[in-house]
């Protein structure tokens, strides 16, 4: 009982602050200076806030001016580089006649409407072929997943397109399409070279994509399936409900860079005919023996492809991110 009225008569002598009971609270004295486990001071509670350390502050400064000197030093060797690479290729003695031949401001002025309206065949296979390589690639890849012995021939089938389209040069595929089909002369089949050539970049590229969702579908662990399974789902429910959406998720980004390189490639078709941006641009450069053409779709493609290559890194880095907070990717 003693204990007790000294006690109350304590508190009542000398009132805690709410901050301060909050702070005991947590095993920290009020204005006490927050210590890591290394001893390092980081600041300090006070009435008004957290107020960081000396220590802290300067630790803060230095990364600042790290960072600012890092940043200083890589823009100043880049510009030392490019000054050098123009100055090497300037004072080459052919330069004056490559420049003429490949750089020539009024060659790429003519050239770039006529550039611009094939690039969009390009786009337009980018799309419609994009779309297929997706769907045929996530058929093949489902193929050659499937278990038991009745579906053997379907994962024999499946093993041997990828093989082969894998395995045979592109170039080789849209000749062997584009004049080897015609030469058929099959009752019904298009000989439109777009869509020879389209058909040559799915088959192709299908064959890349049906990989990369097969390393998603054997990513996902075996207890899912169990899982799955135990809870009444059949085969190909826990196929569609539980194994694909996460397989998916996790090869967006090759999948990305497939479609990158299948912008790319769309240039292919002019072999076949087909007036896109490289074609439209081997007109112009044969009619007025000129090259210019071919930089100026060169660089459409190119600004073309930065943008997608950019959404890409910035996709995989976000999901390098939620992965590594343990979050669903």
């Not at 009752?187 to 869509?195: E, I, L, N, R």
Request: aromatic content about 8%.
């Amino acid at each position: 009982m003693c204990e007790r009225r000294g006690g109350r008569a304590a508190q009542e002598r000398h009132p805690r602050r709410a901050g301060e009971e909050v702070a005991d609270r947590r095993g920290v004295r009020p204005g006490a200076h927050m210590t890591s486990s290394k001893g390092v001071v980081n600041g300090s509670f006070e009435e008004g806030g957290y107020v960081p350390s000396q220590r802290r502050v300067e630790r803060e400064r230095f990364k600042r001016a790290r960072a600012r000197r890092a940043v200083g030093v890589a823009a100043l060797s880049t510009l030392v580089t490019a000054v050098v690479l123009f100055l090497v290729i300037t004072r080459s003695p052919g330069w004056p006649r490559t420049r003429e031949t490949f750089f020539s401001a009024a060659y790429a002025r003519k050239a770039l409407p006529e550039v611009l309206d094939g690039l969009l065949l390009n786009l337009r296979l980018l799309v419609v072929c994009g779309a297929a390589v997706l769907v045929l690639g996530l058929l093949l890849a489902v193929a050659r997943t499937l278990r038991g012995p009745v579906f053997f021939p379907l994962r024999a089938l499946a093993t041997a397109y990828t093989d082969f389209f894998r395995g045979l040069p592109l170039i080789i595929c849209l000749l062997m399409v584009v004049f080897g089909v015609p030469a058929l002369r099959l009752q019904g089949v298009t000989t439109d070279p777009v869509m020879l050539g389209g058909t040559a970049l799915v088959l192709t590229y299908s064959a890349y994509v049906a990989e990369v969702f097969r390393a998603g579908i054997e990513s996902v662990h075996p207890s899912q399936r169990a899982a799955a399974r135990s809870l009444g789902l059949s085969g190909g429910q826990t196929l569609r409900f539980v194994v694909l959406p996460q397989a998916v998720r996790r090869v967006v980004p090759p999948l990305l860079n497939d479609l990158v390189s299948l912008q790319k490639d769309t240039g292919l078709v002019s072999i076949a005919g087909a007036v896109d941006a490289v074609y439209a641009a081997q007109i112009i450069a044969g009619r007025d023996f000129n090259f210019t053409p071919y930089v100026v779709a060169g660089l459409v493609f190119v600004a073309l492809t930065i943008p997608m290559t950019r959404g890409t890194d910035w996709i995989t880095a976000r999901m390098d991110r939620k992965r590594a907070q343990g979050g669903l990717v």
